[in-house]
């Protein structure tokens, strides 16, 4: 048996936030055991590439990223563990042919890592991808202390026509609500960002009823949890009592990401999503009548199969009417194995590129608009970091989520990451805003 004391552990998660989560997880397995892990995988012995595949461009980068993180071999490289979406799905096809790696995991195997490394050091390449594990396991948090995602569900039952999820993960499984409540109260201080495909199902496949209302309010009376950030809330699942959770508890930060995808009904319909463009608005506005100064934030696909510019031009005119706080939009991409890949209508790819454009265009000027409404006044931000090519402090306000909204730039005397400040805003572009703090005024 290799004795890994000795073995440097280095990570590269590829993918989404909720990849991230796994990615920790299996950091966890080797902190656990207390080996060394580095943040400069040029150090590392035993490199992790944790993967996504979920789109074909995904598929694609992480394929590069092995082969890359091959050429370390010629240094201290001795394992490449490929981890993930990529292996829980292709491992079939990858065994054979992706020959630089030499361990294979999937998505919730986390706990075989190392008897996978060793057994990897007495055999050569091995394939421990085990569709049956689903475990929360200790984790090593890769993000800045201050905040710190916490994945409550694995899998997808919506079966969006597009999308490779519930091949590659499974059907929606809600972890106990104890086990999370566990997890959670071992973060430290910080901003709790809940995630899943669907956090709005929480609980349906394990209570028999959702409770995600219930878990908030669980994870609220944790003294170390200082805010609660909503992600991935699925339009038709958005009841009254998540709206009164909300507005109501004091820690749910005033903001929502909802993945609508599209405005206009017969491509929703084609979509197999269960929303149509009049109950989207209708949900915009309750959501604004109760909770005034709610964020929204959003995704959508352009050029998914058969979608007329007439179509391209009702979604506009969307982006007008609800004014979202945030967007992202995305070109279709044809995915094997999706009901959408066998459409007749598929949209050519310069043409996909020219309508994310033209929605990246809209949204720019509601964005613009609402930013430049805060100019002049006071609004409160948490330091991210610092700016050192600007010599000035990275912030956020509630209205933006780690990693994918704007910033606020602000100068200050002095601000520590983590920490919550007043500022004055003196400018906006059509993503950012930038503001200085009183004292740095004087």
Known sequence: MTNLDSKVFGMISLGCDKNRVDAERLLGEIRKKGYQITDDIVEANILIVN?????????????ETVIECDGYRKGRLEKLVVSG?????????????????????????SEVLLEAIERSYEDGRVNFVDKGHDRLGERVISTPLHYAYLKIADGCNNFCTYCLIPKIRGKYRSYPMENLIKEASALGDVE????????????????????????IRELSLLENIQRIRLLYCYPEEIDDALIEEIKNNPKVVKYLDIPFQHSEDRVLKLMNRRGSRSEYLKLIRKLREDIPDIAIRSTFIAGFPTETEEEVEGLSSFLREAKLTNCGFFAYSREPETAAYKLKGQILSAEKKKRV????????????????????KEIKVVCDGIDYKN????????????EIDGKVYFFARNACQGETYSVIVTDADDYDLFAETEDFRK
């Open 51 to 63: 993967t996504c595949a979920f789109l074909n461009e995904a598929r694609k980068e992480a394929i």
């Open 357 to 376: 454009k033209k929605l990246y265009s809209v949204q720019s000027e509601i964005s613009r608009e609402y930013l430049r409404g805060f100019i002049g």
């Open 192 to 215: 709790l960002v809940l995630v899943a495909q669907d956090t709005t199902r929480y609980g349906i496949d394990l209570y028999g009823e959702k409770k995600l209302v219930s878990l």
């Open 391 to 402: 010599k000035r402090f990275l912030g956020r306000a509630w209205f933006s989520a780690p």
């Open 85 to 109: 979406c990529l292996p829980e799905k292709y491992v079939g096809e990858l065994f054979p042919t992706l020959t630089e790696a030499d361990i294979f995991l999937g998505t919730g195997d």
